[in-house]
């Protein structure tokens, strides 16, 4: 395209054929200096023909830094160099919105693992999978779950979870935990997806995080059904994550459980410098009371 202008624009100087019988519509230029004005034309299309070139190679960078069945932000979108203006106007056959502020590629199929991907990828939350979720994933979870499953994310206190993410229909519940009782990306690991990986939370973190939600939102017995299986947890990650852990409860029913279940790797976990606090803790009323880590569990899981 360009030749094309730059021959034009020389075929119209002085002595060349009239430029106006190839572009009618253009006005005739200024006696005194044709060539100049031909020449701003020629800027003006060549500007035209780079934009177009431009907003080609952005959507050809969207379709490969996208992967399949994944979901991309607004936020995601413009660090690539695609902006709301190129959003709407040119991406109309290319993506397709899931809500306010996310896309996905026009006509993929996706699933909340996607939703949590692209949560994760933007990087202004710090958001990971945790609890029972993310022990269901490493195949570590007691019972079988329903596709209506809960699915536990965890963001920072005081932290939401996007309002596009909690409006979309992701055929499962999504149980939003905000809370700090754990560093946010702390114990954390890559879980591979079909076309994407996940930040999740470690065994060891997850069942640390079972025991937080117990036993309101997750049972004590299932905690410990669970707990039977750990059997290859990290003593050296162990005991950073309970030196980190700012919930008392946690840390002892995690120990308990632990203590209860006979777990080889326990006595390699070194409990300096791990505050287990002072006073009883009481998780149900009627429980039975176990004097070494001053709580009350209910009595089927003690007398296990």
Not at 41 to 46: E, K, P
Not at 206 to 226: H, N, R, S
Not at 285 to 300: A, F, R, S
Request: aromatic share 10%; with cysteine; proline share 6%.
């Amino acid at each position: 395209m360009r030749s094309i202008f730059y021959g034009l624009f020389i075929w119209d100087c002085p002595g060349a054929p009239p430029f106006s019988c190839i572009i009618p519509p253009c006005p005739p230029p200024p006696s005194s200096s044709p060539c100049v004005f031909y020449l701003a034309v020629f800027h003006i299309f060549l500007q035209m023909s780079t934009m177009g070139l431009q907003r080609e190679e952005k959507i050809k960078k969207l379709i490969r830094m996208l992967p399949q069945g994944a979901v991309a932000t607004s936020g995601w979108l413009e660090s690539i160099g695609i902006s709301r203006q190129l959003r709407r106007k040119h991406l109309g056959g290319w993506i397709e919105r899931v809500g306010q502020r996310a896309y996905k590629k026009a006509g993929d199929e996706i699933s909340w693992q996607a939703g949590v991907y692209a949560i994760q990828a933007e990087r202004r939350t710090d958001i990971h999978t945790g609890a029972l979720t993310a022990l269901s994933m490493h195949g570590l979870s007691h019972y079988l779950r329903s596709s209506r499953e809960v699915v536990f994310i965890f963001s920072p206190s005081k932290k939401k979870l996007p309002g596009w993410f909690r409006k979309y229909d992701w055929k499962v519940k999504i149980e939003g935990i905000s809370t700090s009782f754990i560093p946010m990306g702390m114990g954390l690991v890559d879980h591979e997806q079909k076309s994407f990986s996940l930040k999740i939370s470690s065994p060891e973190r997850a069942i640390l995080e079972c025991l937080y939600l117990a036993p309101g939102k997750v049972d004590l017995l299932e905690c410990y059904q669970i707990m039977e299986g750990l059997t290859n947890l990290r003593p050296r990650l162990v005991k950073a994550l309970l030196q980190k852990c700012a919930s008392v409860k946690v840390k002892r029913l995690f120990l308990f459980m632990a203590e209860k279940a006979g777990h080889a790797w326990l006595k390699y976990v070194n409990l300096n410098g791990v505050d287990l606090g002072k006073g009883q803790r009481s998780l149900v009323k009627g429980g039975v009371y176990i004097p070494k880590y001053k709580i009350m569990v209910p009595g089927e899981l003690a007398d296990r």
